[in-house]
């Protein structure tokens, strides 16, 4: 355990070295690139094949076999390095005194970008009681599942209690036809479901779905994370033929103690059962009904109780995630666990080598 801590460490660092400073794209305002929140990208020197894979090992070593205690708050901020201004480090106590059940931090975009404060956001966040959530920025340019072994290998680890499903934020057609997007988003959710034996979460907006997507009903069944800046107390009508959402972003403008500038604020959809089941769910869907989705305001941590119960989806079978430790602490990793990593980083390296 001794060489594979020295490796985290070295790793560690490169990583933060190779991601720093450079520009994050992030999500963009309803399709416009905007400052803040979310930054126009400029063109970034790619990582080393052989450093990306290496950083993806230690990660994979650090998330695993973290503890946590349930949540009870269903709201929570989203986060890329645009909320660490001049290196700054986010004050994850902070946002868990102030309410906050969960967040979901960026850990990937395209083929070569990793989030330098990924490994620490999320290494804070479960010190602090924090739920954690990563996504991967598409790039629908570049092939999807390479994209999803990137994600995967970077994320290895997060699959246990207070761990939110993987997220695709889906929201930049770069000049994409609907029936370019359409299978380009099919390879990579089958992709990194098949890897990470968990059901995708979708982030979109309603007028890029409606649009870009042609408005396809193929996805209905993903849990869908909607952007809708629309100061009511629930979205506006979902695309797609969602019936509900499981998450929703209802401001870009939001303020949070241990946060430096605006952040963007979500609400988890209690309609659709307990936060606290959901966080230590093996295999959690979004269930799908008629039911309305509920009105609860953003504020609120309480269903609406108008609407209809919504049945749990029966979870998969169970795969309990490495909890061992050594004698001072530390995770360690079962045959299984290396094995996995083994094959992830395999992987990786198979897919980059056709793309680089």
């Not at 355990?1 to 720093?20: A, D, E, P």
């Not at 010190?127 to 990563?134: I, K, Q």
């Not at 629930?234 to 998450?247: E, S």
């Not at 609407?307 to 430790?325: I, T, Y």
């Amino acid at each position: 355990m001794i060489m594979i801590r020295s490796l985290i460490v070295k790793q560690s660092g490169m990583l933060m070295r190779s991601g720093y400073g450079r520009h994050d794209s992030g999500r963009q305002r309803f399709g416009v690139p905007y400052a803040g929140r979310h930054r126009v990208a400029a063109p970034r020197p790619r990582m080393r094949r052989r450093s990306t894979v290496l950083a993806a090992l230690a990660a994979a070593v650090v998330l695993t076999g973290a503890g946590a205690t349930h949540a009870a708050a269903v709201t929570g901020p989203d986060v890329s390095s645009w909320q660490h201004p001049g290196g700054s480090l986010i004050n994850w106590g902070a946002v868990k005194a102030a309410g906050q059940s969960f967040a979901m931090v960026k850990a990937t975009e395209g083929l070569d970008y990793v989030n330098p404060f990924f490994v620490p956001d999320v290494l804070a966040m479960r010190a602090s009681g924090v739920a954690t959530g990563t996504y991967h920025y598409a790039d629908v340019t570049l092939p999807a599942a390479p994209q999803a072994a990137f994600f995967s290998a970077m994320t290895f680890g997060q699959h246990g209690p207070m761990d939110l499903p993987p997220v695709i934020d889906f929201e930049d057609a770069k000049g994409q036809s609907p029936a370019q997007l359409k299978s380009w988003l099919h390879q990579y959710l089958d992709a990194v479901q098949s890897l990470t034996g968990k059901t995708p979460i979708i982030y979109t907006y309603q007028s890029f779905w409606r649009n870009q997507m042609a408005n396809t009903t193929d996805f209905a069944n993903y849990p869908l994370w909607i952007a809708d800046y629309n100061g009511q107390n629930q979205p506006g009508a979902l695309p797609g033929g969602w019936k509900n959402w499981t998450f929703w972003q209802y401001t870009d403008s939001g303020h949070l103690p241990g946060v430096q500038g605006n952040v963007d604020l979500n609400k988890y959809n209690t309609s659709l059962g307990s936060f606290a089941d959901y966080i230590n769910s093996p295999g959690v869907t979004s269930p799908q009904s008629d039911a309305t989705t509920t009105t609860t305001s953003p504020d609120q941590s309480t269903p609406d109780q108008n609407a209809a119960p919504q049945p749990q989806a029966a979870p998969a079978e169970q795969q309990a995630p490495s909890q061992g430790q050594d004698d001072d602490g530390q995770s360690t990793l079962t045959p299984e666990d290396i094995a996995k990593i083994e094959s992830l980083a395999t992987t990786l390296l198979n897919t980059l080598s056709n793309y680089s």
